[in-house]
T-cell receptor, first 115, second 109 residues
Framework: EAQVTQNPRYLITVTGKKLTVTCSQNMNHEYMSWYRQDPGLGLRQIYYSMNVEVTDKGDVPEGYKVSRKEKRNFPLILESPSPNQTSLYFC??????????????FGPGTRLLVL | ELKVEQNPLFLSMQEGKNYTIYCNYSTTSDRLYWYRQDPGKSLESLFVLLSNGAVKQEGRLMASLDTKARLSTLHITAAVHDLSATYFCAVDLNNDMRFGAGTRLTVKP
């Protein structure tokens, strides 16, 4: 089944404790992206990747890191989480950008609470 | 800075009625997307509009894009309860993706 998976789905952690949220897609998509969704602030792009080893900042990259060593995986790293990173996180992927096959497929979301 | 405005933010409709959601954006772009989100769920891609004048239809939903007016519309025809959800538009400017605040649609019998 074609899908985008995220792990964990729910996470409670404490300030400063490094964590990684994994994202994996099995559709051979080139483009992957991370978003956060917050009440009142809506959806905002954190980082995106056009292909392996190619990543770039989105609208709100501060406090996050990403890597794209393999085409299928795009982990989101919080080196020192803070309470303002409490949010619902979505990973998404698409076959390409800037063309007719750029429909984005979203993962199920990761709900993060930083105490 | 690219800004994306949707209206209305809340919409309550009777089944069988038609209505339009509007998405205005501030900077020239020819890449606009519509998504649907059900409560507690992830986002589902509805439409990808890539050129001026693009029109796409799927069931009771039709989306259009006017890049000169910087406006996209999502038209709902003969609404049914299953269309109740939050609808987002998003605009891509050089891979900087900005979302509208979303329109929460409720379709009542």
């Amino acid at each position: 089944e074609a899908q985008v998976t995220q792990n964990p789905r729910y996470l409670i952690t404490v300030t400063g404790k490094k964590l990684t949220v994994t994202c994996s897609q099995n559709m051979n998509h080139e483009y992957m992206s991370w978003y956060r969704q917050d009440p009142g602030l809506g959806l905002r792009q954190i980082y995106y990747s056009m292909n392996v080893e190619v990543t770039d900042k989105g609208d709100v990259p501060e406090g996050y890191k990403v890597s794209r060593k393999e085409k299928r995986n795009f982990p989101l790293i919080l080196e020192s989480p803070s309470p303002n990173q409490t949010s619902l996180y979505f990973c998404a992927s698409s076959f390409q950008r800037g063309g007719p096959r750029e429909t984005q497929y979203f993962g199920p979301g990761t709900r993060l609470l930083v105490l | 800075e690219l800004k994306v405005e949707q209206n209305p933010l809340f919409l309550s409709m009777q089944e069988g009625k038609n209505y339009t959601i509007y998405c205005n954006y501030s900077t020239t772009s020819d890449r606009l997307y519509w998504y649907r989100q059900d409560p507690g769920k992830s986002l589902e891609s509805l439409f990808v509009l890539l050129s001026n004048g693009a029109v796409k239809q799927e069931g009771r939903l039709m989306a259009s894009l006017d890049t000169k007016a910087r406006l996209s519309t999502l038209h709902i025809t003969a609404a049914v309860h299953d269309l109740s959800a939050t609808y987002f538009c998003a605009v891509d400017l050089n891979n900087d993706m900005r979302f509208g605040a979303g329109t929460r649609l409720t379709v009542k019998p």
